[in-house]
């Protein structure tokens, strides 16, 4: 069964770290390109971070830009999102995203169009709060 499990979210306080880990199982993500999006309550779906297939560019949003890291261990088949610095407007639910094809291998896929994403994780919730 192909899927992506997220893990990782919880509460933190405002200056704090996490970091999220999104596992593939029953496929290499070698071949994939990965992102992050989020969602917070009342919200629109919100493109965070993506990374090229070979894992050596990356693409950040400018709200997260300087305090988010996206990283992708192939051997391990987990990308990571670190994420320092965390601002009470992070509060949401993380989803991780994977997309196939040639286009993605030196570049990061783009994080407006989720519909060529192809598999999605079930979330994590991360809250940011004192």
């Known amino acids: 069964q192909l899927q992506l499990v997220d893990s990782g979210g919880g509460l933190v306080q405002p200056g704090g770290s996490l970091r999220l880990s999104c596992a593939a199982s029953?496929?290499?993500?070698?071949?994939?390109?990965f992102a992050w999006f989020r969602q917070a309550p009342g919200k629109e779906h919100e493109g965070v971070s993506s990374i090229s297939s070979r894992g050596d560019s990356a693409h950040y949003a400018d709200s997260v830009k300087d305090r988010f890291t996206i990283s992708k261990d192939n051997a391990k088949k987990t990308v990571y999102l670190q994420m320092n610095n965390l601002k009470p407007e992070d509060t949401a639910v993380y989803y991780c995203?994977?997309?196939?094809?040639?286009?993605?291998?030196?570049?990061?896929?783009?994080?407006?169009?989720?519909?060529?994403?192809?598999?999605w994780g079930q979330g994590t919730q991360v809250i940011v709060s004192s």
């Open positions: 029953g496929f290499s993500p070698d071949y994939y390109a």
């Open positions: 995203a994977a997309v196939s094809g040639s286009s993605w291998l030196l570049r990061p896929p783009s994080v407006t169009d989720e519909a060529q994403y192809d598999y």
